[in-house]
């Protein structure tokens, strides 16, 4: 069975977002443990807790000596090769609609080409005529036609 949906909101009560906090900072370190020893990649984890609690320092992972190491190394490399796949939420969303546009693009070009081959089909079996069509039907018809011959080449 799933869990249900959580919605992504400040929770007000004090103990249940500890709670939350431990739980998610836990699943975090997990998975930064997974990912390292799955992908055999370097990979550190630092999580500062929140302000009113009472440990001032940061949870790291795997070590404070390796997480060092690893931060270290990554600040040493050219800003071209750091920067390179990072992406801070405005670009993300910036991809994502840009993405979405050309599904909705693809999805248009689609069902317009799906409406022009049904108009073409109760043409053929004599349920329209072709004075139904309008201009955008008639270009649809005439390019779809157009398609068809190059396709089977019989130009």
């Not at 405005?90 to 993405?99: G, I, P, S």
């Amino acid at each position: 069975m799933g869990r249900k949906k959580v919605k992504l909101a400040w929770i007000t009560n004090d103990a249940t977002r500890r709670t939350t906090f431990e739980k998610r900072k836990k699943g975090l370190v997990k998975k930064v443990s997974e990912l390292a020893t799955l992908c055999g990649v370097e990979a550190c984890l630092v999580v500062y807790g929140p302000q009113d609690a009472a440990e001032a320092e940061p949870e790291v992972w795997p070590s404070p000596a390796e997480t060092a190491r690893v931060a270290t190394r990554f600040n040493s490399m050219p800003e071209m090769y750091r920067w390179r796949k990072m992406t801070d939420q405005e670009d993300f969303l910036r991809q994502r609609v840009a993405k979405l546009q050309d599904q909705l693009r693809r999805q248009d070009r689609e069902s317009r080409e799906l409406e022009v081959s049904l108009f073409a089909h109760e043409i053929m079996a004599g349920g329209r005529i072709l004075d139904d069509a309008d201009l955008n039907d008639a270009m649809g018809l005439v390019q779809m036609i157009d398609m068809k011959l190059k396709l089977n080449d019989f130009s």
